[in-house]
């Protein structure tokens, strides 16, 4: 059951109940329209990454900017994103369990959806679930290029997998999911080139190996915030899967450039906005965010545009805030933006975006994709 929001349209920023999750929607605007600009020179298409925000409403403001789709990790999230109105959707990982399995069928016949498989046991199942409600379903092949987690190994391997989904009566090959996630948050260009020059190089070999067998990719996904304009030049990705790019986060602005500085060409748009409920004596502060309220799997969030404030450590309901020497220090009741240090995680602890414009709140969107369900 969603939360009351904690706004009301035309509010003040400083007036939201906290904590709570703002859009700021210049920014977001930014990152849709950079992203969209980008893209539209290279051939690539986007297919938005719905891990990330879990929005139908997003998802819109994505496709109305030329995304063939989305990509999701969760049927839950492929349900939220196709009874929202998305009608192109890549469960981009393995669905396991004949339950989940209908749950796919079942999608199939409102929208577009397609699935990923590293095994011959997935493959079986899925054309057993297909063939048992008269569907016919996409499949990928998902290849390890470097993940070390899912996926089939490429060339042989994968081109095999690729057959015997091709060959299922209830099946169509879909092509290959290639996704490098380890390579988004290296820090050095060099470093994010190598890992996905690699990347490129593996999925590119085993496309020509498929093509020897008769086999043609129509999607090949794969790459994120932190590498897209490699995959999206290399002549191999076709789908580029970014998902943090529209809000961004702590960790993503480490990643630097060949000069030593923060590379991203987007913007900070997420934030926790966080009141300080306690300031118990000098060089501390108290705000009433806390592991509830931010991810800290990639680090401390960051103090927006304070530099003399410090996250320094979280509890449960409690965020612990130092104070640098000799700084004025903000006041019980005041109002903080914090930026995530990861955003994904994060957005999984609200049921709503407050979406603020020129200090107001402009709009509120059901997190619809949330939760631990499956």
Same mark, same amino acid.
């Given at each position: 059951?969603?939360?009351?929001?904690?706004?009301?349209?035309?509010?003040?920023?400083?007036?939201?109940?906290?904590?709570?999750?703002?859009?700021?929607?210049?920014?977001?605007?930014?990152?849709?329209?950079?992203?969209?600009?980008?893209?539209?020179?290279?051939?690539?298409?986007?297919?938005?990454?719905?891990?990330?925000?879990?929005?139908?409403?997003?998802?819109?403001?994505?496709?109305?900017?030329?995304?063939?789709?989305?990509?999701?990790?969760?049927?839950?999230?492929?349900?939220?994103?196709?009874?929202?109105?998305?009608?192109?959707?890549?469960?981009?990982?393995?669905?396991?369990?004949?339950?989940?399995?209908?749950?796919?069928?079942?999608?199939?016949?409102?929208?577009?959806?397609?699935?990923?498989?590293?095994?011959?046991?997935?493959?079986?199942?899925?054309?057993?679930?297909?063939?048992?409600?008269?569907?016919?379903?996409?499949?990928?092949?998902?290849?390890?290029?470097?993940?070390?987690?899912?996926?089939?190994?490429?060339?042989?391997?994968?081109?095999?997998?690729?057959?015997?989904?091709?060959?299922? #009566?209830? !099946? /169509?090959?879909? &092509?290959?999911?290639?996704?490098? %996630? *380890?390579?988004?948050?290296?820090?050095?260009? =060099?470093?994010?080139?190598?890992?996905?020059?690699?990347?490129?190089?593996?999925?590119?070999?085993?496309?020509?190996?498929?093509?020897?067998?008769?086999?043609?990719?129509?999607?090949?996904?794969?790459?994120?915030?932190?590498?897209?304009?490699?995959?999206?030049?290399?002549?191999?990705?076709?789908?580029?899967?970014?998902?943090?790019?529209?809000?961004?986060?702590?960790?993503?602005?480490?990643?630097?450039?060949?000069?030593?500085?923060?590379?991203?060409?987007?913007?900070?748009?997420?934030?926790?906005?966080?009141?300080?409920?306690?300031?118990?004596?000098?060089?501390?502060?108290?705000?009433?965010?806390?592991?509830?309220?931010?991810?800290?799997?990639?680090?401390?969030?960051?103090?927006?545009?304070? #530099?003399? !404030? /410090?996250?320094? &450590?979280?509890?449960?309901?409690? %965020? *612990?805030?130092?104070?640098?020497?000799?700084? =004025?220090?903000?006041?019980?009741?005041?109002?903080?933006?914090?930026?995530?240090?990861?955003?994904?995680?994060?957005?999984?602890?609200?049921?709503?975006?407050?979406?603020?414009?020129?200090?107001?709140?402009?709009?509120?969107?059901?997190?619809?994709?949330?939760?631990?369900?499956?």
């Amino acid at each position: 059951m969603l939360q009351i929001p904690p706004a009301r349209i035309g509010q003040r920023e400083d007036e939201v109940d906290t904590p709570a999750l703002l859009i700021d929607l210049d920014a977001f605007e930014f990152n849709l329209d950079t992203m969209a600009a980008y893209l539209a020179g290279t051939g690539v298409k986007l297919r938005a990454h719905a891990k990330t925000h879990k929005s139908p409403v997003v998802a819109h403001r994505q496709i109305v900017r030329g995304a063939v789709g989305q990509c999701v990790q969760k049927v839950a999230e492929a349900e939220a994103l196709a009874w929202g109105g998305v009608q192109n959707i890549l469960i981009s990982n393995e669905v396991v369990g004949t339950d989940k399995l209908a749950r796919v069928t079942a999608l199939a016949r409102i929208c577009t959806i397609a699935l990923c498989a590293d095994s011959p046991v997935h493959v079986q199942a899925i054309e057993a679930a297909a063939a048992e409600a008269g569907v016919k379903l996409t499949v990928l092949v998902e290849i390890d290029v470097g993940m070390n987690r899912a996926g089939i190994a490429a060339g042989s391997e994968a081109v095999a997998l690729a057959q015997m989904i091709a060959a299922s #009566p209830h !099946l /169509t090959f879909g &092509g290959l999911q290639s996704y490098q %996630g *380890r390579a988004q948050h290296l820090r050095t260009v =060099a470093e994010r080139r190598a890992a996905s020059g690699a990347a490129v190089d593996a999925t590119r070999l085993t496309i020509d190996m498929l093509r020897q067998q008769g086999l043609e990719c129509a999607i090949v996904g794969g790459a994120g915030t932190g590498t897209f304009p490699i995959e999206a030049s290399s002549g191999v990705y076709n789908e580029i899967q970014a998902g943090s790019y529209c809000f961004m986060d702590v960790d993503y602005g480490k990643n630097l450039d060949d000069f030593g500085k923060p590379v991203s060409m987007f913007r900070n748009s997420l934030f926790v906005l966080a009141s300080v409920i306690s300031q118990p004596r000098t060089g501390i502060a108290v705000v009433d965010a806390g592991h509830k309220a931010v991810a800290i799997d990639s680090g401390m969030p960051g103090v927006w545009q304070r #530099p003399e !404030l /410090t996250y320094a &450590g979280a509890s449960d309901e409690h %965020g *612990r805030i130092v104070i640098a020497h000799g700084a =004025a220090p903000p006041v019980i009741g005041d109002k903080l933006r914090l930026v995530p240090g990861h955003c994904d995680p994060t957005v999984d602890r609200f049921d709503w975006y407050v979406g603020v414009r020129n200090g107001r709140v402009e709009c509120l969107w059901p997190i619809a994709a949330r939760g631990g369900f499956s």
